[in-house]
């Protein structure tokens, strides 16, 4: 049971290049999410999905998509990427509705990402 | 809207003196409380959570918190601290319910002094 897993661990883009985080969960989770976590701000929620073939915006979502085509799997994309992109990537995941009150939400290892 | 205060950005504690991280959140409904452990380079992990049942939350690892309504807290605490224990806390808040989100603090790093 790997938990959750991401794909790269580490990038350095140039501005304006494209690129996709893969996120992949084994636990059969409905709901999975995408962080940005840089120093001093906490995390911040980028894009979600509620289940396979959905999404929706967080709260820092511009300059990023995403998809869920499949349950186990939700991948960030950035299209230009900028130096602002910069940040550590944190994907996670939760059991969702008609899971336990509190619903635990279970990190993977993070991508760092610098944008030169 | 929910959020959470987090003051200051760094504890430094001797090993085995206590530990108290605080935390005070804000939310329109009775809230969700958890706080997470981020250890260097890597991932979050779930410390404890409230979810509305006993007031004092025991964790992992030694750890635990006390939700007050009546002063809208949630610190965290250790009686003991181990060298291990140096890392990045995060409190977090959510309200219950379906499609519920988490909102952060801005984090704490805790450093152990030998």
């Known amino acids: 049971n790997a938990g959750v897993t991401q794909t790269p661990k580490f990038r350095v883009l140039k501005t304006g290049q494209s690129m996709t985080l893969l996120c992949a969960q084994d636990m059969n989770h409905e709901y999975m999410y995408w962080y940005r976590q840089d120093p001093g701000m906490g995390l911040r929620l980028i894009h979600y999905s509620v289940g396979e073939g959905t999404t929706a915006k967080g709260e820092v979502p511009d300059g990023y998509n995403v998809s869920r085509l499949k349950k186990q799997n939700f991948l960030l994309g950035l299209e230009s990427a900028a130096p602002s992109q910069t940040s550590v990537y944190f994907c996670?995941?939760?059991?969702?509705?008609?899971?336990?009150?509190?619903?635990?939400?279970?990190f993977g290892p993070g991508t760092r990402l610098t944008v030169l | 809207a929910q959020s959470v205060t987090q003051l200051g950005s760094h504890v430094s504690v001797s090993e085995g003196a206590l530990v108290l991280l605080r935390c005070n959140y804000s939310s329109s409904v009775p809230p969700y409380l958890f706080w997470y452990v981020q250890y260097p380079n890597q991932g979050l992990q779930l410390l404890l959570k409230y979810t509305s049942a006993a007031t004092l939350v025991k964790g992992i690892n030694g750890f635990e918190a006390e939700f007050k309504k009546s002063e809208t807290s949630f610190h965290l605490t250790k009686p003991s601290a181990h060298m291990s224990d140096a890392a990045e806390y995060f409190c977090?808040?959510?309200?219950?319910?379906?499609?519920?989100?988490?909102?952060f603090g801005k984090g704490i790093t805790l450093s152990v002094r030998p």
């Open positions: 977090a808040v959510s309200k219950p319910g379906a499609n519920s989100k988490l909102t």
């Open positions: 996670a995941s939760s059991y969702g509705a008609g899971g336990p009150p509190a619903d635990t939400q279970y």
